[in-house]
């Protein structure tokens, strides 16, 4: 099977920097898409930010110019930069995965991490 684990979360001021990792192992041919969700209590998990395995991004808008989403293939590592943290950032951060497991199919499987906290005070 896949496994993703994070790290890099915990608490922070308003206006701080964190950064998270997320590494996949296991079972992998290699990696589309990689992504950070976050889900604050009572909310639903929503995106925040994913990227290609050619390193193209997507971001939503209110993170765009804060956030900054990287991959080290190699690796099978993908990384967000938080800086200019705010108050409402403050959620359960998930890393997500979309893989191919077997070499002869092209059919993909998602995977998510156990989430990190990231806590910002004001």
């Known amino acids: 099977q896949v496994q993703l684990v994070e790290s890099g979360g915990g608490l922070v001021q308003a206006g701080g920097s964190l950064r998270l990792s997320c590494a996949a192992s296991?079972?992998?041919?290699?990696?589309?898409?990689m992504g950070w969700y976050r889900q604050a209590p009572g909310k639903q998990r929503d995106l925040v930010a994913t990227?290609?395995?050619?390193?193209?991004?997507n971001y939503a808008d209110s993170v765009k110019g804060r956030f900054t989403i990287t991959r080290d293939n190699a690796k099978n590592t993908v990384y967000l930069q938080m800086n200019g943290l705010k108050p409402e950032d403050t959620a359960v951060y998930y890393c997500?995965?979309?893989?191919?497991?077997?070499?002869?199919?092209?059919?993909?499987?998602?995977?998510w991490g156990q989430g990190t906290q990231v806590t910002v005070s004001s």
């Open positions: 997500n995965a979309n893989i191919y497991r077997d070499v002869s199919s092209w059919r993909t499987y998602d995977y």
């Open positions: 990227i290609t395995s050619g390193g193209n991004t």
């Open positions: 296991g079972r992998i041919v290699s990696i589309n898409i």
